[in-house]
């Protein structure tokens, strides 16, 4: 029997036993950066989604074909125009042996859509949720939402007991960096459960014998996982071909093709719809961390548009990237319901444009100086790198300002930026998402609109035509509303997007991971052979 640390809030040590972990082969996983939360309603990016989807569940899922699926729940119908009926699975236990109940799906909704919660989103259109019995939930619409399905997976579901008895009824304040037991902590449904957790250091699930699913045909045998940070590339990816990592979500591009040609070792190669782009500050009336005093140049159309000119996309995937990743002009990536292919034309590099256009701004002389925010981890940090010179040439000079994955989100919700390189997924894998995220002006706290919006982008007829696109029930109007957005977006070069990126994920030859579109890590679909 073999004793593990588990690592609490306020310092607290406990040792528990866990027979499993001595029986067996756990699956090994680096990558550069560690999740920045536990908490499921807190930080909704990716890298904590990809860990939490594996320990929470929510009322339906995405099954091995990607197509939504009963979880939590067991079926849902719709009474009335403005309901939606869900029955719940019953003998569901949390990973501390409490039943799943009704009572646990209407705290977990409230606790989603508070103003400290990210995840307001996945209960778009949601007034109220009220328990009709034990394994019985009405949603109650206080508007329609066409894609209720596709949010609701990305709804993870919490224990009301277990909240309330550790004191974590609200999310945890993530912008002011506060820490809680939910922070540190998981009681989920999942197939896996949290044993140990030390951030940026390791942190240690096994399998939950007790899972609901537990004897699906899609189901492999990972029965532990040693998650580790490993923030140097080339450590990194030593470590995986040395056979003491068996898998890395994250490979560089510079080294996706050392790693096909190494005996032991697979590449899966995947799109996502995840656009990777830079924002401007288009609100300040002066522009922070700059040389420039009394003006904001980038409220100035003229300078927008010469940036987007003198940004040489294909450049950046050929020398950056090495081929992986695709130019393009859009917000919304392909792959995602909503995406425009015939709208999809990147803008052509065109210096002489650029000049001329800041010149007729009343920067053609000296130009000026501006602090760029930038992830330090790849592709962050390298982009950054390039687009620095491109820029130059046009009279814009950069400096750059690397920033921790785990701190800049804190900066960029303050504001506190000019302009800086980021990348959008769509976990509902429909256009909505990015769009309101993004282009929407930023809403009253708590209201979920603009929440990536750090730049402030406003334009009032944009958030008109969000505001039909959320509730639009007819595929081809909707579809006609958010083509709209696009061409308004690309015209108000309300962002300038770069490239949509190429997934990939590196693995020992022995490791079965079925790669996801959305390129999320669904481990229990793993296999170690």
């Not at 071909?241 to 994250?250: A, E, L, R, T, Y």
């Not at 450049?315 to 919304?332: A, D, E, H, Q, S």
């Not at 980021?422 to 609109?449: C, H, K, Q």
């Amino acid at each position: 029997m073999r004793f593990i640390k588990l690592f609490l809030v306020g310092c607290t040590t406990i040792f528990v036993a866990i027979s499993p972990v001595a029986n067996a082969k756990p699956l090994r996983v680096a990558l550069s950066d560690d999740a920045t939360s536990l908490d499921p309603h807190v930080g909704n990016i990716a890298i904590n989604n990809r860990l939490l989807n594996n320990i929470y569940e929510g009322l339906v899922r995405r099954d091995k074909d990607f197509n939504i699926a009963p979880s939590l729940a067991v079926s849902w119908s719709q009474p009335d125009a403005k309901t939606w009926r869900f029955k719940l699975r019953p003998g569901v236990t949390f990973h501390d042996g409490s039943a799943f109940s009704a009572d646990d799906v209407v705290f977990s909704a409230a606790r989603a859509q508070n103003a400290l919660s990210s995840f307001k989103a996945s209960l778009q259109g949601v007034g109220a949720v009220k328990k009709i019995d034990e394994m019985t939930v009405d949603f109650i619409m206080a508007e329609p939402n066409p894609i209720m399905l596709l949010h609701l997976v990305s709804f993870q579901i919490m224990s009301k007991s277990w909240s309330t008895k550790h004191g974590v009824l609200l999310p945890q304040n993530y912008g002011d960096k506060e820490e809680t037991f939910a922070s540190r902590s998981t009681n989920g449904t999942g197939p896996f459960m949290l044993v140990s957790r030390a951030p940026d250091v390791k942190t240690v699930l096994i399998e939950n014998k007790n899972w609901w699913n537990r004897a699906a045909a899609e189901r492999g045998n990972v029965s532990a996982i040693e998650w580790t940070p490993i923030k140097s590339n080339g450590t990194r990816i030593a470590a995986l071909m040395s056979g003491s990592i068996d898998f890395v979500p994250d490979p560089p591009n510079q080294d996706r093709e050392r790693l096909k040609k190494t005996a032991g070792v697979t590449l899966q190669v995947g799109s996502e719809p995840r656009v990777l782009y830079l924002a401007l500050d288009q609100s300040r009336d002066t522009l922070l961390y700059s040389n420039i005093k009394g003006k904001n140049p980038f409220k100035d159309h003229r300078v927008r548009q010469a940036m987007a000119y003198a940004i040489d996309s294909q450049l950046i995937i050929n020398k950056v990237t090495r081929g992986y990743g695709r130019p393009t002009g859009l917000v919304v990536g392909r792959g995602a319901l909503g995406y425009a292919a015939e709208m999809d034309r990147p803008t052509t590099v065109d210096i002489p444009r650029a000049k001329a256009l800041m010149a007729q701004a009343g920067y053609g002389g000296g130009g000026f100086e501006v602090t760029m925010d930038c992830v330090n981890q790849t592709p962050f940090a390298e982009v950054c790198l390039a687009i620095t010179p491109m820029l130059a040439s046009i009279g814009i000079t950069v400096k750059l300002n690397m920033v921790s994955f785990t701190n800049i989100f804190p900066k960029l919700r303050k504001f506190d930026t000019s302009f800086y390189v980021m990348d959008y997924g769509t976990a509902t894998m429909d256009a909505y998402f990015p769009l309101e995220a993004i282009l929407n002006s930023v809403g009253a706290s708590g209201s979920g609109r603009g929440d990536g919006n750090w730049g402030r982008y406003a334009n009032p007829k944009v958030d008109a035509l969000l505001a039909r696109i959320k509730v639009e029930m007819d595929a081809a109007k909707r579809n006609a509303l958010i083509a709209e957005v696009l061409t308004i977006a690309r015209d108000d070069v309300a962002v300038i997007p770069i490239y949509q990126t190429t997934g990939a994920w590196g693995a020992r030859k022995n490791i079965d991971a079925p790669y996801a579109p959305n390129s999320y890590w669904y481990f229990y679909r793993f296999k170690v052979n």
